[in-house]
């Protein structure tokens, strides 16, 4: 395994001057993740603040024993104990196979930077990935995208909830989950590597409850020794350790709401995408009831409501029920990362350009409730090569990072154009070129001749033009069908490199590359030692 760094701009403005002209924006984050001085300011930060520490690792560790986590875990748990532990954190949903490739790679960032700063500062700093298991859009995670007769196919799992519940209450459906695995297993070829990993895989599905269940179990196979500290944000024994943050929150929930909305307008004005979508009245939490997930916003009496109108509570009932029942209630995205920081002694934030571009409207809403945001360090972002793909980069003389970077299209029209001789695109210019020299002096008389002459000439030159454009699109066509085989090479490329024209990771899931690589495939990237100063990385496997 050979692993490159490459340049990658975003197309997020925000994002980019988040990693390039920080100042920028330097206002909206505690941090500047380029300055080194930031990671002993914020462990002293951090050695000032008081956690609930031998609670949460009592809760986290009933949670890992019901996912069989692996021994590394447990002993990082315990070191959670230590008033001198840190955590680098990152979060997602719990998908099916993991997700989208870039949930692995989070999780790679999480070690990495883990690993680092513990070299680096002497003190125990433990890798967390928080399963945003309250989550409760279903239609995000109950399907991957497989490759088929070349194009992206999504297979979705044949399971429809009754209700809007939070994926950790979602009870799977084994037999229709049974169907799905093996109509996903069917879609790879089989290699040395199949048999054991559907096993295994069945196996993680068979033993667990809910699909929060099965993420867990499967991230701990691919990362067995790692010592990565899993939760689940929405396990019961998590929110009774939430009560009195919930509280906070509540009495707070005005100031919070103000201050992301004035960021949020603070962006848009100097031209910034805002990808989160907030209100000041927006409350930025959820109340449970009868399995289904409300969110709140505030109305003008002061009371808390469903934005239908589903529940109406007063801020006292809102506080008892922070009180006395808060897995009634949980965070969405505003509110999530300060339930994070209140928990664990966080020394870094993981996350990708669109949590960093919705991270730089909430330092207010820490700061309303007493709380400094954490260093924010973007997630590390792959593409990974297979030597085939390689190979016919190589053949067509493409460079990887121009086919990951805009795919293969450009270069498959230059391609056929070239099995002509003369190429039929540099003929058919020629030919263009000619006809509009010989029709001018037609033009020329016809716009002596009148203004309604005039436009039918013009019209006359257009449609000869078409017809060219025709007969060279036909042309190439023919040409295709010469060169099925190339063409079908190219269109390889483009599926692996750079599908639905972005990145591999954002479509691709864990399968095919496990299924080709082996499950270790994952913890030998991680071997690596891996800059965040890269854009991103190239692995050549």
């Given at each position: 395994?050979?692993?490159?760094?490459?340049?990658?701009?975003?197309?997020?403005?925000?994002?980019?001057?988040?990693?390039?002209?920080?100042?920028?924006?330097?206002?909206?984050?505690?941090?500047?993740?380029?300055?080194?001085?930031?990671?002993?300011?914020?462990?002293?930060?951090?050695?000032?603040?008081?956690?609930?520490?031998?609670?949460?690792?009592?809760?986290?560790?009933?949670?890992?024993?019901?996912?069989?986590?692996?021994?590394?875990?447990?002993?990082?748990?315990?070191?959670?104990?230590?008033?001198?532990?840190?955590?680098?954190?990152?979060?997602?949903?719990?998908?099916?196979?993991?997700?989208?490739?870039?949930?692995?790679?989070?999780?790679?960032?999480?070690?990495?930077?883990?690993?680092?700063?513990?070299?680096?500062?002497?003190?125990?700093?433990?890798?967390?990935?928080?399963?945003?298991?309250?989550?409760?859009?279903?239609?995000?995670?109950?399907?991957?995208?497989?490759?088929?007769?070349?194009?992206?196919?999504?297979?979705?799992?044949?399971?429809?909830?009754?209700?809007?519940?939070?994926?950790?209450?979602?009870?799977?459906?084994?037999?229709?989950?049974?169907?799905?695995?093996?109509?996903?297993?069917?879609?790879?070829?089989?290699?040395?590597?199949?048999?054991?990993?559907?096993?295994?895989?069945?196996?993680?599905?068979?033993?667990?409850?809910?699909?929060?269940?099965?993420?867990?179990?499967?991230?701990?196979?691919?990362?067995?020794?790692?010592?990565?500290?899993?939760?689940?944000?929405?396990?019961?024994?998590?929110?009774?350790?939430?009560?009195?943050?919930?509280?906070?929150?509540?009495?707070?929930?005005?100031?919070?709401?103000?201050?992301?909305?004035?960021?949020?307008?603070?962006?848009?004005?100097?031209?910034?995408?805002?990808?989160?979508?907030?209100?000041?009245?927006?409350?930025?939490?959820?109340?449970?009831?009868?399995?289904?997930?409300?969110?709140?916003?505030?109305?003008?009496?002061?009371?808390?409501?469903?934005?239908?109108?589903?529940?109406?509570?007063?801020?006292?009932?809102?506080?008892?029920?922070?009180?006395?029942?808060?897995?009634?209630?949980?965070?969405?995205?505003?509110?999530?990362?300060?339930?994070?920081?209140?928990?664990?002694?966080?020394l870094a934030f993981i996350g990708g350009p669109g949590e960093i571009n919705y991270w730089s409207a909430l330092k207010p809403a820490f700061?309303?409730?007493?709380?400094?945001?954490?260093?924010?360090?973007?997630?590390?972002?792959?593409?990974?090569?297979?030597?085939?793909?390689?190979?016919?980069?190589?053949?067509?003389?493409?460079?990887?990072?121009?086919?990951?970077?805009?795919?293969?299209?450009?270069?498959?029209?230059?391609?056929?154009?070239?099995?002509?001789?003369?190429?039929?695109?540099?003929?058919?210019?020629?030919?263009?070129?000619?006809?509009?020299?010989?029709?001018?002096?037609?033009?020329?008389?016809?716009?002596?001749?009148?203004?309604?002459?005039?436009?039918?000439?013009?019209?006359?030159?257009?449609?000869?033009?078409?017809?060219?454009?025709?007969?060279?699109?036909?042309?190439?066509?023919?040409?295709?069908?010469?060169?099925?085989?190339?063409?079908?090479?190219?269109?390889?490329?483009?599926?692996?490199?750079?599908?639905?024209?972005?990145?591999?990771?954002?479509?691709?899931?864990?399968?095919?590359?496990?299924?080709?690589?082996?499950?270790?495939?994952?913890?030998?990237?991680?071997?690596?030692?891996?800059?965040?100063?890269?854009?991103?990385?190239?692995?050549?496997?």
């Amino acid at each position: 395994m050979r692993i490159d760094p490459m340049k990658l701009q975003s197309k997020q403005s925000l994002f980019r001057d988040y990693k390039n002209n920080y100042q920028a924006i330097a206002d909206r984050f505690a941090y500047n993740p380029q300055e080194e001085s930031i990671w002993k300011d914020r462990l002293s930060h951090l050695g000032a603040q008081s956690y609930q520490r031998s609670e949460l690792a009592g809760v986290l560790k009933n949670m890992n024993t019901k996912w069989d986590a692996p021994e590394s875990t447990f002993g990082n748990i315990d070191k959670l104990k230590d008033e001198d532990s840190v955590v680098v954190i990152a979060g997602q949903q719990a998908g099916l196979l993991t997700g989208p490739l870039y949930s692995v790679h989070k999780i790679i960032s999480v070690l990495q930077l883990a690993r680092e700063k513990e070299k680096e500062l002497e003190k125990p700093v433990l890798p967390v990935f928080w399963i945003a298991g309250e989550d409760h859009d279903f239609d995000e995670i109950h399907h991957v995208m497989m490759r088929n007769e070349g194009q992206m196919d999504k297979m979705t799992i044949g399971h429809q909830p009754e209700v809007k519940s939070s994926v950790s209450e979602i009870t799977i459906d084994q037999e229709k989950a049974a169907e799905w695995l093996n109509d996903v297993f069917r879609m790879v070829k089989e290699t040395e590597h199949t048999h054991d990993f559907y096993r295994e895989v069945k196996r993680h599905l068979e033993q667990s409850e809910t699909y929060t269940d099965f993420f867990a179990r499967l991230v701990y196979h691919l990362f067995p020794e790692e010592g990565l500290v899993l939760v689940d944000a929405h396990d019961p024994e998590v929110r009774r350790l939430e009560s009195s943050y919930f509280t906070k929150m509540i009495e707070q929930n005005q100031p919070i709401a103000a201050g992301v909305y004035g960021i949020l307008q603070k962006n848009r004005h100097e031209g910034y995408e805002t990808l989160l979508d907030s209100e000041v009245d927006d409350a930025h939490l959820f109340y449970h009831r009868d399995g289904e997930r409300i969110l709140l916003m505030r109305d003008e009496h002061g009371d808390f409501r469903g934005k239908n109108n589903e529940v109406v509570l007063s801020e006292e009932e809102l506080l008892r029920t922070a009180e006395e029942t808060p897995e009634k209630l949980s965070n969405n995205v505003v509110t999530r990362p300060l339930m994070q920081e209140s928990l664990f002694p966080v020394l870094a934030f993981i996350g990708g350009p669109g949590e960093i571009n919705y991270w730089s409207a909430l330092k207010p809403a820490f700061e309303a409730v007493g709380l400094c945001m954490p260093p924010v360090l973007p997630r590390m972002s792959f593409t990974l090569m297979d030597r085939k793909t390689a190979r016919n980069l190589e053949h067509f003389q493409i460079q990887p990072e121009d086919a990951i970077r805009t795919g293969v299209g450009e270069q498959k029209m230059k391609w056929i154009s070239s099995m002509s001789t003369p190429p039929i695109h540099h003929l058919s210019e020629q030919v263009k070129v000619e006809i509009e020299r010989i029709h001018a002096p037609m033009r020329e008389k016809a716009a002596d001749l009148g203004a309604d002459l005039q436009q039918l000439a013009d019209k006359n030159l257009e449609y000869i033009m078409e017809n060219i454009a025709f007969l060279e699109k036909k042309m190439n066509r023919s040409v295709e069908d010469r060169f099925q085989y190339e063409m079908s090479l190219f269109d390889e490329m483009e599926t692996i490199l750079h599908p639905g024209n972005g990145l591999q990771e954002r479509m691709w899931n864990i399968l095919p590359w496990v299924n080709a690589q082996g499950k270790s495939l994952f913890q030998e990237m991680n071997r690596h030692h891996l800059s965040f100063d890269h854009d991103h990385y190239v692995v050549y496997l």
